[in-house]
């Protein structure tokens, strides 16, 4: 008993040497403990995580029992070694003992780490096969390990045939919920709980403010906040995270910043969710400087925080920092982790570098769809189509299956080539497993529509939408505006209003270029005032360049000259370019003349402003001019981008250009160009002079 009391001790008090003191003096001593002393000393070893020492103490018992099998699978599985705890449940079921609550808990806790759930529910098969009634204890394992292998029918029925719920019981199947993502069921198990009279916890508080944070719920999110205040749970580090990530999801950064500032040291978790939010929220300025914050405060990132930061760094395209933080992952082993490598990846395809981006990737143990969708949506951006296809072939061919992101990738190469049939082909594998109720995918069909032309089926996905955000909106109305529509595109953003949608530049833009279609220019210029006054939007030069736009086609180009003179914004290229266009169609020469002189100010190889210009000579007859514009551009070698149209026919785009000889399917396309220009001609047509002039360039 001696033995016993003292490895009991030094187990309570850590005190590792004395305790192996005591293990040899058994030893040299010649004492034969029984089952009862070896349980104390594989207690001691466990008590202390030795598991190597702990494994030869059991190991060498003559005599094992129910204590003893249950101690080794207990602690296998707090110390993260699931595999290993259910190997001992085997064998320890094979040796002939019948397993208690304890056992139990720890078996099923196993299962849960590592969501094996056919292993789970052979458990659960023994205990009902076996045992009288559940144990408390043992049911809230249940609970749990059904929630993390996202059977939640079965958790649910566990959870209900349990007596009396305790806390632990209401947490379990509340975060099982929220886990996977039945966020408004999570909401009414915390109603429910709350009206049984259950206490909160961190626990459940923080697992229903990342379910309103997922719904973006803001309203039941601050009611959650006043009841976190009541229970005193407002420094929780848990609480303060969730707190900053329901505030930041919500686009209520003021509120998320205010919760961080609250907490005299934010840990790590609360650093990470607010420059995860800012991000998100397109502030990649503020996360980029909360990261330097961070930085400096001496706590050490982890594998999470690079995760967030690094779409800062890619949004504000700051490569050299972001190149940085890559080596710096390297460094501390981080990029072993798939979502860090996954957030490095996406990185280089967000700032265009696909060089690096497509390295990142080759370089990477392993893949997921994460890691294709990342390099394929890159490549998409960069307008590198082909590339884009062969990836997305290839990640077929490797076994992965898309997601909602890759139907939004592959939607965007269809609506951008565009490729119709290859757009409603995708559209029916998109139906099949219902991601078009999904927001995302969603917009990216009504992109894909609207680009190709087809409005009224653009129309009828957005009609269809449950869900509507304000990509959505904007994508319908700038769909409208891009195909000359303006009257339909102002009705939907009267329909935005009406249902209390907050407009953003994208917004604008689109309504900007639906007034210049239908020639509404007071309007015009109203949205334009409203943007900056009543939404407090600043405006950008391609909103400039959009109401310059809109007095040039009205032939108002003098009021849109000094529109862009009382601007304090310096007007770009585009904004000019605007001016001349108009210029060009109402026949402005002297004010064409300086816009170009403008353009080609601010870059003198600008080929398309001298065309422009000479176009302008051209049809004031003013040739002398136009001969001069003509002998600048041969002077400089400048010549214009060759243009190409293309077709799709059996599943296979064509590509033509007029400096192209073209052969298609045994047809010179030249002499049926040539027919057609030959019949246009008999049937009265007189080509206007600058097309004459710049024919072939």
Not at 366 to 386: E, P
Not at 438 to 461: F, T
Not at 603 to 628: C, F, G, R, V
Request: charged share 20%; aromatic share 10%; with cysteine.
């Amino acid at each position: 008993m001696s033995f016993a009391r003292h490895l009991r001790l030094f187990g309570d008090t850590q005190c590792v040497v004395k305790g192996r003191a005591v293990h040899g003096k058994i030893i040299t001593s010649g004492f034969r403990p029984d089952v009862y002393a070896n349980n104390h000393l594989l207690s001691f070893y466990l008590k202390l995580n030795r598991i190597n020492d702990a494994r030869k103490v059991f190991d060498a018992m003559p005599e094992r029992n129910l204590v003893s099998w249950t101690a080794l699978i207990s602690c296998h599985s707090k110390m993260g070694m699931p595999e290993e705890a259910l190997n001992c449940f085997r064998l320890m079921v094979n040796d002939g003992f019948d397993p208690n609550h304890y056992t139990y808990v720890g078996a099923i806790s196993a299962c849960a780490s590592i969501g094996d759930a056919r292993a789970g529910k052979e458990i659960h098969g023994r205990i009902y096969r076996h045992e009288q009634e559940l144990n408390g204890k043992v049911s809230n394992c249940l609970v749990n390990m059904y929630g993390k292998c996202g059977f939640l029918n079965s958790a649910r029925l566990v959870f209900d045939a349990t007596l009396k719920p305790d806390l632990v019981s209401w947490t379990s199947i509340l975060s099982s919920y929220c886990q996977c993502g039945e966020n408004l069921e999570g909401l009414r198990i915390f109603m429910r709980s709350l009206e049984e009279g259950v206490v909160v916890n961190e626990f459940s508080c923080a697992s229903v403010l990342g379910a309103c944070a997922s719904l973006e719920n803001l309203k039941f999110g601050m009611q959650v906040h006043t009841l976190v205040i009541k229970c005193g749970l407002e420094f929780d580090n848990f609480v303060v995270t969730a707190l900053i990530n329901l505030y930041a999801k919500c686009g209520e950064l003021a509120y998320a910043r205010r919760a961080f500032l609250e907490v005299d040291k934010p840990q790590l978790q609360a650093w990470t969710a607010l420059m995860g939010g800012c991000a998100q929220q397109g502030k990649a300025r503020e996360a980029v400087d909360l990261f330097h914050k961070f930085h400096s405060s001496g706590l050490k990132p982890s594998e999470r925080t690079f995760a967030s930061v690094l779409g800062a760094f890619a949004d504000t395209v700051d490569v050299e920092v972001g190149k940085q933080l890559h080596s710096l992952i390297i460094k501390l082993g981080f990029i072993s982790f798939i979502f860090v490598s996954n957030a490095v990846l996406d990185f280089y395809s967000k700032c265009g570098l696909l060089e690096e981006s497509s390295k990142t990737f080759e370089e990477m143990c392993k893949h997921d769809v994460v890691s294709w969708n990342a390099l394929i949506s890159g490549h998409v951006r960069s307008g590198h189509h082909g590339e884009a296809i062969e990836l997305l072939k290839d990640m077929l061919i490797e076994g992965f299956k898309p997601n909602l992101h890759t139907y939004s990738s592959i939607l965007s190469i269809c609506g951008d080539i565009p490729a119709i049939k290859w757009g409603k082909q995708t559209h029916c594998c998109i139906i099949k497993p219902a991601f078009d109720s999904n927001v995302v995918v969603g917009s990216a069909l009504i992109d894909m529509y609207a680009k190709c032309g087809r409005l009224s089926e653009a129309r009828k996905v957005f009609d269809n939408l449950i869900t509507k955000n304000l990509v959505s909106w904007n994508t319908i109305l700038v769909g409208y505006a891009q195909h000359g529509f303006g009257r339909e595109a102002l009705e939907i953003y009267n329909m935005m209003q009406s249902n209390g949608i907050k407009p953003n530049g994208i917004t604008f833009l689109g309504i900007l270029s639906a007034c210049g279609h239908v020639g509404l220019v007071e309007e015009g210029l109203c949205h334009f005032n409203s943007m900056i006054k009543d939404h407090g939007i600043a405006p950008r030069t391609d909103h400039l360049a959009s109401l310059v736009s809109l007095f040039s086609r009205k032939g108002q180009t003098n009021r849109a000259f000094e529109f862009i003179r009382s601007f304090p914004m310096e007007p770009g290229k585009v904004v000019w370019r605007c001016l001349l266009s108009g210029c060009k169609i109402h026949k402005d020469v002297s004010l064409g003349r300086y816009a170009a002189e403008k353009i080609l100010s601010i870059d003198p190889e600008d080929t398309s402003a001298h065309i422009m210009l000479s176009n302008i000579y051209a049809e004031a007859k003013m040739w002398n001019e136009a001969a001069q514009v003509r002998k600048i551009m041969k002077e400089k070698e400048l010549k214009k981008d060759t243009g190409y149209s293309w077709a799709e026919l059996k599943n296979n785009i064509y590509y033509f250009s007029s400096s192209h000889y073209t052969q298609f399917q045994e047809t010179n396309l030249h002499v049926v160009l040539d027919g057609l220009t030959a019949q246009l001609f008999d049937a009265g047509y007189m080509p206007d002079a600058m097309f004459v002039l710049h024919y072939g360039d």
